[in-house]
Every structure is written in C-alpha cells, then in structure tokens.
C-alpha cells in the first residue's frame, strides 16, 4: 500500500486565489512528522512546511497552512493568495517513528500552475 | 552558510560505465540522505548516513549501488556498470538533529 498518496496529479488556480492540495498518508507508528516541499522547475526542493504527530495545531508558515486532520491520515497544504511563483511541482512527505534519524517516504507529487 | 552541494550538475555516460556523484552536506549536519528522482515521479530513498555510518541501506535498488562518507562530511555514491533505467535525478539532502532535510540541487544522470 502506498505510504503517501497525492491524488491530485496537476492542478490550476488563479492567482490572488487560495488552493488546497490534497495528501493523505498510512502508518501505524504513533509517532511521525509530514512535510510539504516545494520543486519548481530549477529542480532544487524546497521545505515549506512541518506537522509533527503529537502537535495539537495545524502547522502555518506564513502564506502556507497545514490542515492536519489525524482521524482521516490526512494533511493537505493550503496556500492563501496564490501568486504566479507558486506554480512548481509539490510533494507531501512522511518520517515515521521516533527516530528522527528516518528517511523521508514521498508522494507522487501535485503539479500547481497558476493563472494571472 | 553554503547549502548542500552536489557535482556534477549533469552527467551523460554510455552504458556500462561506472559512475560517481558527490555531495557535501551542509557543515556540521550529521544526517545525510540519498534519494533518486525518476522523470515525473516522486522522490525514491536510497541510503541514509549518520555520521559516517550508514544505518539504512534499504532502498539501493541493486549491488550495483554503492555509497560511502567520510566521517561527517562529503559523501560519494556510486553506480557500477550504469543501465539506462539508472537516468534519473540523484539528490542528496542533509539535517541536523531533528530539523527538516535541506536538499541539494541534484545530479542528473543519463544513460545513454
């Protein structure tokens, strides 16, 4: 079964507009963190955002949200005010366990483009 | 502060070949993390180094991959006799303690 699903394979907004992309994610381990990385077209990945378990409110980092919803596995990005900049490849990510020391599993990634 | 660094950029070898892609890590991030990006996909773990051990291996998809570190520095992995399935972007991240990994540019590899 798949760790980390991103069932949203491109999506389009307008700018100034606020857009969620979808993640949900399976495991059993009690302990684990999601993150959201940004890739443009350069490549580089970039970290947006971090939710950790136990956290009991939804992680923001300033246009960036993190509508965590634990009972559903869920955890999708909400960006406010879209701006053309923001049109990159974007990609939810899990670490499990306790051990800080795991790897990153990922999603299959969400194209955002937007719109002027 | 640099970032994590990888070289080369690009690289286009011939089937067969061996070869070698470098890291270096941010200073005195004890985490290291290789991971593979094929063309429109999403990000495949490789190996994990802590320090200049590598505790999980489990994702080298073949003995044909190998990597090393020395001690909390620069990193090589390397692909014996490349096949064209091994194209792909290789990105190398690192962290320290309990931060977020901060990736590198990559290394694009093709295999002709």
């Known amino acids: 079964a798949q760790k980390i699903t991103q069932t949203q394979p491109g999506m389009f907004v307008q700018e100034k507009e606020a857009v969620t992309l979808d993640c949900t994610y399976d495991?059993?381990?009690?302990?684990?963190?999601l993150f959201w990385y940004k890739q443009p077209s350069s490549g580089e990945m970039i970290f947006l955002i971090y939710?950790?378990?136990?956290?009991?409110q939804n992680a923001t980092e300033g246009r960036y949200s993190l509508n965590f919803q634990k009972a559903r596995k869920s955890a999708n990005l909400v960006i406010s005010a879209s701006q053309l900049g923001d049109s990159a490849m974007y990609f939810c990510?899990?670490?499990?366990?306790?051990?800080?020391?795991?790897?990153?599993?990922f999603g299959g990634g969400t194209r955002l483009m937007v719109k002027p | 502060g640099a970032g994590v660094s990888q070289s080369p950029s690009n690289k286009v070898t011939e089937k067969g070949k061996d070869v070698e892609l470098r890291c270096d890590p941010i200073?005195?991030?004890?985490?290291l993390y290789w991971y593979r990006q094929r063309l429109g996909q999403g990000l495949e773990f490789l190996i994990y180094?802590?320090?200049?051990?590598?505790?999980?291996k489990s994702g080298l998809p073949s003995d044909r991959f190998s990597a090393e570190r020395t001690g909390e520095s620069v990193s090589t992995l390397t692909i014996q006799r490349t096949q064209q399935e091994d194209s792909a972007v290789y990105l190398c991240?690192?962290?320290?303690?309990?931060?977020?990994?901060?990736f590198g540019p990559g290394t694009r590899l093709t295999v002709l």
């Open positions: 991240a690192s962290r320290r303690l309990v931060s977020e990994q901060f």
């Open positions: 495991t059993s381990d009690p302990s684990y963190g």
């Open positions: 939710q950790g378990s136990y956290d009991q």
């Open positions: 990510a899990m670490r499990e366990g306790g051990n800080a020391g795991n790897m990153l599993t």
């Open positions: 200073s005195g991030h004890t985490a």
């Open positions: 180094f802590q320090g200049n051990s590598a505790p999980d």
